[in-house]
């Protein structure tokens, strides 16, 4: 089992930055990917970046390639999604999860733990 609690969201202008993480329990959270999707209102929830196990592979949403990057600490158990350049279109609410598998998991059925959420809100 392993829970997932986010944190760092908030209101930021447009082509500001913010920067995420998301705090993992248990020991097991270097056999895991981690990703981080997000959901506006009234749309789907999508896909944004995933981390491999050990930090070296990386993968990302075309709409954000170029504008944010994820990394993960292991000794910390934590992963961060940091966003710069932000536009109106990021506003949504930002999910953690964990997942093993394929490779890239870019699907919601690639993850197996997921957190509540973090609202993002850019403004103009």
């Known amino acids: 089992q392993v829970q997932l609690v986010e944190s760092g969201g908030g209101l930021v202008q447009a082509g500001g930055s913010l920067r995420l993480s998301c705090a993992a329990s248990g020991r097991t959270f270097n056999t895991y990917h981690m990703g981080w999707f997000r959901q506006a209102p009234g749309k789907e929830r999508e896909f944004v970046a995933v981390v491999g196990m050990g930090g070296l592979s990386t993968y990302y949403a075309e709409s954000v390639k170029g504008r944010f990057t994820i990394s993960r600490d292991n000794a910390k158990n934590t992963v961060f999604l940091q966003m710069n350049s932000l536009k109106l279109e990021d506003t949504a609410v930002y999910y953690c999860?964990?997942?093993?598998?394929?490779?890239?998991?870019?699907?919601?059925?690639?993850?197996?733990?997921w957190g509540q959420g973090t609202q993002v809100t850019v403004s103009s």
């Open positions: 999860a964990a997942g093993r598998g394929r490779w890239p998991p870019d699907g919601r059925r690639d993850y197996d733990y």
